[in-house]
């Protein structure tokens, strides 16, 4: 089924671990973002990426890695996971030329 | 970086009342998106105001862009309970690639 994905939804690891989560999109588009959403916060940008091998950081990059060696995929790694790094994490995309993001189902992550 | 804020940050509501969310900036906003997000869900895009003074609706959803660029706001006539959830604005600047959002309106309709 076309869309954009994201995996796991659910991810509880501990402090010092690292974790990747996935996002990946059958629509080709050109840009992908990642953000985070917390509570009084609202979705903070935290990278994003124009085409493949193309990335830059946004407002919250710290902590964070990421790459995009295919059009489709923008994997998220936390290097050594945080406390402060527990929060729903929102991939999405759009096309070029057309400013309408689609977001994929999130993924929760808790970091003990 | 750009700041936007939105308010309230809740409101609760009998159904059949208004609603309203206001997004505001003390920069000129570009490209305003409004996005709704359903509890437990993601957000989902309702619309895109550009112009200076922009009026946009949908049902019963009116979206306007203030004058000046500086504000926002959405407007919901007779709430229903499929209105519950996070709307959120959300700027795109017209030098860059990176959405701003503001914190959100969580609302409540109560039956």
């Known amino acids: 089924d076309a869309g954009i994905t994201q995996s796991p939804r659910y991810k509880i690891t501990e402090t010092g671990r690292q974790v990747t989560l996935m996002c990946h999109q059958t629509?080709?588009?050109?840009?992908m973002f990642w953000y985070r959403q917390d509570l009084g916060h609202g979705l903070r940008l935290i990278y994003y990426?124009?085409?493949?091998?193309?990335?830059d950081k946004g407002e919250v990059p710290d902590g964070y890695v990421v790459s995009r060696s295919k059009t489709e995929n923008f994997p998220l790694t936390l290097e050594s996971a945080t406390r402060s790094q527990t929060s729903v994490y929102f991939c999405?995309?759009?096309?070029?030329?057309?400013?309408?993001?689609?977001f994929g189902p999130g993924t929760r992550l808790t970091v003990l | 970086g750009q700041q936007v804020m939105q308010i309230p940050q809740y409101q609760h509501v009998q159904e059949g009342e208004d609603f309203t969310t206001y997004c505001n900036s003390s920069?000129?906003?570009?490209?305003i998106q409004w996005y709704k997000q359903r509890p437990g869900g993601h957000p989902v895009f309702l619309i895109q105001?550009?112009?200076?003074?922009e009026v946009k609706k949908q049902k019963r959803l009116t979206f306007q862009f203030g004058e000046a660029k500086k504000n926002s706001s959405l407007h919901i006539t007779a709430t229903q309970t499929t209105d519950v959830g996070t709307y959120f604005c959300?700027?795109?600047?017209?030098?860059?690639?990176?959405?701003?959002f503001g914190t959100g309106t969580s609302l409540t309709v109560i039956p």
């Open positions: 990426s124009a085409a493949a091998d193309i990335t």
């Open positions: 959300a700027d795109l600047p017209n030098t860059g690639n990176q959405f701003y």
């Open positions: 999405a995309s759009r096309w070029t030329g057309d400013n309408e993001q689609f």
């Open positions: 105001l550009v112009k200076s003074g």
């Open positions: 920069t000129t906003l570009s490209n």
């Open positions: 629509w080709s588009h050109s840009y």
